[in-house]
């Protein structure tokens, strides 16, 4: 006698099987950017294309007008840019 694969479980059974992998990559990379603080993603965000203004050279409101500028042209995500406006207004 054959034996048959039920082929619906089997993909069902994939398909939750990668649901699951991508939840859990997703809670990596939050995991990951939750572990860098604001003073380093500035860092490493800031410098690329203009050295870094102190953070005392602008108010805080201003900073917050320049995160949203330089969120779009550095590619941070909002809680990024988040960190990074809040480490400059703390360290203002
Ligand atoms: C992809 C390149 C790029 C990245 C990355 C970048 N900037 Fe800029 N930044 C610019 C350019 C170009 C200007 C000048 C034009 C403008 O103001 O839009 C500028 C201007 C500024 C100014 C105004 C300077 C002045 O004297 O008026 C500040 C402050 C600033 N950036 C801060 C930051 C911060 C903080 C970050 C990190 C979150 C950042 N930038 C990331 C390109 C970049």
Redesign the pocket.
């Known amino acids: 006698m054959k034996t048959q694969i039920p082929i619906k479980s089997t993909i069902l059974a994939l398909m939750a099987l990668f649901f699951m992998i991508s939840l859990f990559m997703s809670c990596k990379e939050t995991k990951l950017i939750q572990a860098k603080s604001g003073a380093q993603l500035?860092s490493e965000?800031?410098q690329?294309?203009?050295n870094t203004?102190s953070p005392t050279s602008?108010s805080q409101e201003q900073w917050k007008t320049?995160?949203l500028?330089?969120?779009s042209?550095?590619l941070?995500t909002n809680p990024e840019r988040d960190k990074?406006v809040s480490f400059?207004q703390s360290a203002n």
Request: hydrophobic share 45%.
């Open positions: 500035w965000n800031c690329r294309c203009h203004p602008f320049i995160g500028h330089m969120q042209r550095a941070l990074i400059l």
